[in-house]
């Protein structure tokens, strides 16, 4: 038991996931905070969030260099209304202080590792492909190839196939573009670096992986699959994306120390995901783990869990579940290995709207550690 993250990332450790149970109970995201501030001071170098990549660059512009302000770091950097929360926006002016000073090497970076989409909506590759494509400085005009930006964007292209532009001949054109783009920049990398940068060779690429990600995206939800293998689907997808963007972060941050990313836990688990969405039984590869394979002991995972919340409504748990037995140990928060944790049943006074995902064997078996809240 302790309240020092540090005391829970070993030597060999170079990506900490710390997931919150539910996106709607704001102490996660406070907490989060002040447990970054220590791991930054133990060398720590990048923070990253479930938010979109390519709009993170934004954030990251904001706390490493100063450009622009704060209001529009979080209105433009951070997606899925992410920016509107208070503990975010603490987040991101702490790390314009922090920074504010420091020689490039010691600043902290922000990145976002989530796709530029929602589960049942996903965008066009348009203002990604014309990004890499004036990058690279080509004479190629795509209007005809992507019709109205609002074909991809409705709801209806992701959840029923008949409506998708996915699997379209025009799709799949873009596809072999987007290909050969990533193909050229990789090849004239050497030249484009020099008259650029190397930052700026990378958000090149980041546009492209967000480009070729929306289009696979878009042509899973082409298929017509019954709504529980079709849902399973799109979200493993999903997590794929996220999974990829993390591991290029690392292999960006490499150099640099370690990094720190917050996301929900169904994201972070080592273990497949089960989502319950009324009837249907939601179950997906996450990012977590995924990226775990790649990383083996580098990866730590640390759950959320949560008492009881006036936020969501939640009331106390009964004592013999998981968090009953964290509710009794802790007063107000703490950290526990989960070599620790007893033997106990899975809490069940929870609804779907409420967001929470309760400790369960499954997510257990996928975990170092439990930060509990009270």
Not at 24 to 33: D, I, K, T, V, Y
Not at 127 to 140: K, N, P, S, V
Not at 280 to 298: E, K, M, N, Y
Not at 329 to 351: I, N
């Amino acid at each position: 038991m302790s309240q020092d993250i540090r005391a829970f990332v070993p030597p060999s450790c170079d990506l900490v996931g710390l997931g919150e149970p539910t996106h709607f109970e704001p102490a996660f995201a406070r907490l989060r905070n002040d447990l970054f501030a220590r791991l930054v001071d133990s060398g720590f170098r990048s923070f990253a969030l479930e938010s979109d990549r390519v709009a993170g660059f934004v954030v990251d512009d904001f706390v490493q260099e100063g450009v622009g302000d704060l209001d529009t770091a979080l209105r433009e950097g951070i997606s899925h209304d992410f920016g509107e929360l208070e503990a975010n926006r603490d987040l991101v002016a702490w790390l314009r202080e922090y920074n504010e000073g420091r020689p490039p090497e010691q600043r902290v970076a922000c990145h976002g590792i989530d796709a530029p989409l929602e589960t049942m909506s996903a965008p066009g590759p348009r203002r990604y492909l014309e990004f890499a494509r004036d990058y690279l400085e080509l004479d190629l005009d795509l209007t005809d190839l992507l019709g109205a930006d609002e074909r991809w964007s409705r709801t209806e292209a992701v959840l029923d196939p008949a409506m998708s532009p996915g699997a379209t001949a025009e799709a799949e054109k873009l596809a072999t573009i987007g290909d050969d783009l990533l193909s050229q920049l990789y090849g004239r990398a050497p030249a484009l670096i020099a008259k650029t940068s190397r930052a700026q060779w990378l958000r090149a690429r980041a546009n492209l992986t967000a480009a070729l990600g929306l289009l696979r995206y878009h042509r899973q939800a082409a298929r017509r699959l019954e709504p529980e293998a079709r849902i399973s689907l799109l979200s493993g997808t999903r997590d794929v994306l996220m999974a990829q963007n993390l591991l290029e972060i690392r292999d960006i941050e490499a150099d640099r120390g370690p990094t720190l990313v917050f996301a929900h836990n169904s994201h972070l688990q080592r273990t497949v995901t089960h989502m319950p969405m009324g009837e249907l039984d939601i179950t997906w590869s996450p990012t977590g783990a995924i990226a775990a394979q790649f990383l083996g002991d580098r990866y730590t995972f640390i759950a959320g869990s949560l008492g009881h919340s006036e936020a969501i409504d939640l009331g106390e748990p009964a004592p013999d579940t998981f968090e009953g037995f964290l509710q009794h140990r802790f007063p107000t928060w703490g950290l526990l290995p989960v070599a620790d944790l007893p033997t106990a049943r899975v809490r069940t006074d929870v609804t779907q709207p409420q967001g929470y995902f309760p400790l369960d064997p499954t997510i257990l078996a996928g975990m170092d550690a439990v930060l509990h809240i009270a």
